[in-house]
């Protein structure tokens, strides 16, 4: 009884208001000079010894990992994650790099790289803003400020514009409620008309009234104005959204309002999408099992299960290969 109730105390570790479903949990008789010493003989081996470095590195939580980096440079005097970008290569690198990164360290890396450099990858931004809860965006700020110089809001409203940039600046903005354990129906219900006397019931959209609504309100709250809302509209929300606004608007919106209705269901169609299209969006597939290991990659397995019929496992096992593969079914854990 003991082991169950620590096994759900771990589960249901706490971001803020959001309950936590890792599939990497710190290690058992966790001894990083060993760890440490394991990885360096893989480094040194001829022809790099890859298996024990995704033995080590996708069985470890990312705190742990970073007690294996400190054990490492005192026994060698290098760098580990220097050694590490040197001794591999491909797809099994950019796991591993990633995952010497703490997650909000790894999310703000992902949209500096979104927006960066000549053109911007909204499909990337979309994602990691709009999925994203309102802990997890203020963390994020603050390292990307720390790790690149630069403020989240400038760039983002530097590299977008119109209702799209408004959008995205109202979420980074961080200004959504708490979740509250009173039910306000007359809000809900002010909220659910507001929805629907902005969009479907006039002609064109009053779009800041949807992104005021949909940037502040907790998502307990907005689970109901959604309900609310078909009593008002003959359309849901999300139908709603795909006849009022189009491009990145739309898409933000959609994202969004699949999160607030059940973001793991969100991740698993993503990574569905993903891996069975034409040559296996690799880069998506990597984003979420690594950004997600250590938040809600459990229930994100089991949305997966509920909705496609076969596990995560069995799909990675089948649109991928190698070491890549490897790591992906460690990270994931085992199949349930």
Not at 293 to 307: F, G, N, R
């Amino acid at each position: 009884m003991a082991l169950v109730s620590e096994f759900l105390g771990q589960l249901t570790l706490n971001v803020g208001s959001e309950p936590l479903y890792p599939t990497l949990l710190p290690a058992k008789d966790f001894d990083p000079d060993r760890d440490a010493a394991r990885i360096e003989t893989a480094i040194k081996t001829k022809g790099v010894d890859e298996q024990t470095i995704i033995d080590v590195l996708a069985r470890r939580t990312y705190s742990q990992r970073r007690e294996i980096a400190f054990a490492y440079e005192r026994k060698t005097k290098k760098d580990m994650i220097t050694a590490l970008k040197a001794a591999l290569s491909g797809s099994l690198e950019t796991v591993i790099l990633g995952l010497m990164k703490s997650t909000s360290q790894y999310d703000a890396s992902e949209i500096r790289g979104s927006i960066k450099g000549l053109g911007t990858d909204e499909e990337t931004l979309i994602e990691m803003l709009c999925s994203r809860s309102n802990d997890e965006l203020v963390e994020i700020k603050k390292v990307y400020k720390e790790l690149f110089k630069k403020d989240l809001a400038k760039d983002v409203a530097g590299d977008t514009s119109g209702n799209f940039a408004k959008l995205l600046l109202a979420l980074v903005e961080t200004k959504r409620d708490e979740p509250s354990a009173v039910v306000d129906y007359e809000k809900i219900d002010a909220d659910a008309r507001a929805l629907y006397d902005a969009g479907v019931k006039i002609k064109g959209t009053d779009v800041n009234t949807w992104i005021s609504i949909m940037s502040q309100r907790s998502v307990p709250h907005l689970r109901k104005v959604f309900d609310k809302y078909k009593g008002y509209s003959p359309y849901d929300m999300q139908e709603s959204i795909e006849k009022e606004v189009k491009g990145d608007l739309q898409k933000s919106f959609l994202v969004l309002v699949q999160c607030f209705e059940n973001k793991q269901l969100y991740f698993a169609k993503r990574l569905n999408e993903a891996m069975k299209s034409k040559g296996a969006k690799e880069k998506i597939v990597t984003r979420i099992i690594v950004s997600r290991c250590e938040v809600d990659l459990k229930k994100i397995c089991s949305e997966y299960k509920a909705t496609f019929g076969q596990s995560l496992q069995q799909t990675i096992t089948e649109h991928t290969k190698g070491d890549y593969q490897k790591i992906l079914l460690n990270l994931c854990g085992p199949d349930q």
